[in-house]
């Protein structure tokens, strides 16, 4: 059982940056990075492929977050940048059977517990 530990979150205020970390306990394919707002259903934000050569991003996100991955830590990265109060919302990796990453949840197997992210002055 592949488990996922995400870190990094905390409270920032508007145009900040965070750097999100999610640490899988071996081998894992595809990552990808999903949030909840308040209120909103859970919405995938980023994914990377197993080789870390194809990724993609929500459109909400594009510009502004970057995913990235380290398979000799079996660690995958997102860094956020230009955050808006619209980011707040509970941030969960999440590991594919796939090679190639997908926003869409039903290719996940894996979940970690999530982190929370806050943007606010």
């Known amino acids: 059982q592949l488990q996922l530990v995400e870190s990094g979150g905390g409270l920032v205020q508007p145009g900040g940056s965070l750097r999100l970390s999610c640490a899988a306990s071996?081998?894992?394919?595809?990552i990808g990075w999903f949030r909840r707002a308040p209120g909103k259903e859970r919405e995938g934000v980023s994914c990377i492929s197993r080789s870390g050569d194809s990724t993609k991003y929500a459109d909400s996100v594009k510009g502004r977050f970057t995913i990235s991955r380290d398979n000799a830590k079996n660690t995958v990265y997102l860094q956020m940048n230009s955050l808006k109060p619209e980011d707040t919302a509970v941030y969960y990796c999440?590991?594919?059977?796939?090679?190639?990453?997908?926003?869409?949840?039903?290719?996940?197997?894996?979940w970690g517990q999530g982190t929370q992210v806050t943007v606010s002055s």
């Open positions: 999440a590991a594919s059977t796939y090679l190639i990453g997908s926003l869409e949840e039903r290719t996940y197997r894996y």
């Open positions: 071996g081998f894992a394919y595809a």
